[in-house]
């Protein structure tokens, strides 16, 4: 490969919370001393950016002054350019992107003018923590839809549910995570047509978080929630980030695709009351560095090596470990695997196996945060060597 994926990158001191954090509030314990710990709770990265972004970043801090500054075009042709080749969009336009500081944050401003606080949302479950916690916060109230699993334990939506919910609690906004986190599912188009038609039938605004749509593992597609048809376009709020393509989330910077002109004038008014929504200008060159031709052939890189890691993952854990169910992931680079037969069988708890886990320095994740029930979720995004190591300590410490 032309790329370093093999590498192992020492990350300690360098104000990485996957392994700085370790022991400290709602992290995972640090391990028992004689082991190191492996990366696999949060969801960022354990590989080296494209150089491109750092070139890119050099490069302008070589300029000793950081005032008041303009967005370049380049920072929006190399969004749409980015779209254009990757997902086949024709016809984006500059008009229609805007700045956020997160996904998240983005979504709250989409809801506040979608709804009121108080209203109901409809929430696919399970969900990822980021979206029940901010929603929480923010005064709204979560209905969920329960994903379910098919005959071949594909994620499935449920829309005689979601119909059910949105008749019921009279909704008229909703979350459209695709690809989905923490399930990994990635949506086909005939699956998002289905979803969007519910809507537009009973008038129910989108946010579709979109920050996954890169990570595409080997035979998936992603489909963009607003190409799939007019009134999608116009009633999606879609929410995008080189975040975790490029393993960028400690630099701050996503974008709202927005082509209904209504909706994108709100949402702009809405996010500029705070003067918080504002770009940092390392983070301008960080996405024009991410999003040029070498990123390209970075990501389809990592997305085989992600399709190699997830490989290995799911068929050791269907060899070595037959209580535990697992579902091979379309997107993403987590896995999200459940326990509950091993919990029963052993009499032990979700809190106990997670323990131990961490006490060998397998530092997953409780799935439960995200929905699940007796659920661990697993990062995977590292080096297949620190894979393999952390599936080996499970094979001779946890699920023993």
């Avoid at 949302?121 to 980021?130: D, E, K, M, S």
């Avoid at 980030?241 to 004038?265: Q, W």
């Avoid at 320095?361 to 590292?382: E, F, K, M, P, S």
Wanted: hydrophobic share 35%.
């Amino acid at each position: 490969m032309k790329y370093d994926f093999t590498s192992i990158m020492d990350r300690h001191g360098k104000d990485a919370m996957a392994v700085d954090a370790l022991g400290h509030g709602w992290a995972p314990d640090a391990p028992k001393e004689g082991f190191d710990a492996i990366p696999m709770w949060v969801a960022d990265m354990n590989f080296p950016t494209v150089h491109t972004v750092c070139d890119e970043i050099q490069k302008r801090i070589s300029h000793p002054a950081f005032g008041y500054f303009s967005v370049r075009d380049e920072y929006y042709d190399s969004i749409i350019k980015w779209h254009k080749e990757r997902n086949g969009i024709e016809d984006l336009k500059k008009d229609y992107i805007g700045y956020e500081n997160g996904v998240l944050g983005g979504l709250l401003s989409a809801l506040s003018i979608f709804c009121s606080r108080g209203d109901n949302v409809l929430v696919h479950n399970p969900a990822y923590l980021g979206f029940t916690s901010s929603l929480k916060n923010a005064g709204y109230n979560i209905v969920f839809s329960q994903l379910v699993q098919d005959e071949n334990g594909i994620w499935r939506m449920d829309y005689a549910d979601m119909e059910k919910k949105i008749i019921e609690n009279n909704i008229h906004a909703a979350i459209f995570c695709s690809p989905h986190n923490p399930t990994g599912r990635v949506w086909e188009k005939y699956e998002i047509e289905k979803t969007m038609a519910l809507y537009e039938k009973y008038d129910v605004y989108v946010v579709s978080d979109e920050i996954w749509s890169d990570i595409i593992l080997d035979g998936h597609k992603h489909i963009p929630t607003q190409s799939v048809n007019d009134d999608a376009k116009n009633r999606t709020v879609a929410l995008y980030a080189p975040s975790k393509t490029f393993n960028l989330a400690g630099m701050i910077g996503a974008y709202h695709i927005i082509y209904n002109d209504r909706l994108r004038d709100r949402v702009n008014k809405e996010e500029s009351l705070s003067h918080y929504n504002s770009m940092n200008v390392l983070s301008m060159y960080a996405l024009i560095g991410a999003y040029k031709d070498e990123g390209h052939e970075w990501v389809d890189e990592l997305c085989k090596v992600l399709t190699k890691n997830i490989d290995f993952a799911y068929n050791y854990i269907k060899e070595h470990f037959p209580d535990i169910d697992v579902i091979r992931p379309q997107g993403t680079y987590m896995l999200f695997i459940d326990c509950k037969k091993y919990l029963e069988k052993n009499n032990i708890t979700l809190a106990e196996l997670l323990k131990r886990g961490w006490d060998v320095g397998v530092t997953w994740q409780d799935g439960t945060q995200h929905g699940g029930t007796t659920h661990i979720r697993l990062n995977l995004a590292l080096p297949l060597s620190r894979v393999e190591e952390a599936f080996n300590r499970m094979s001779t410490y946890v699920f023993i």
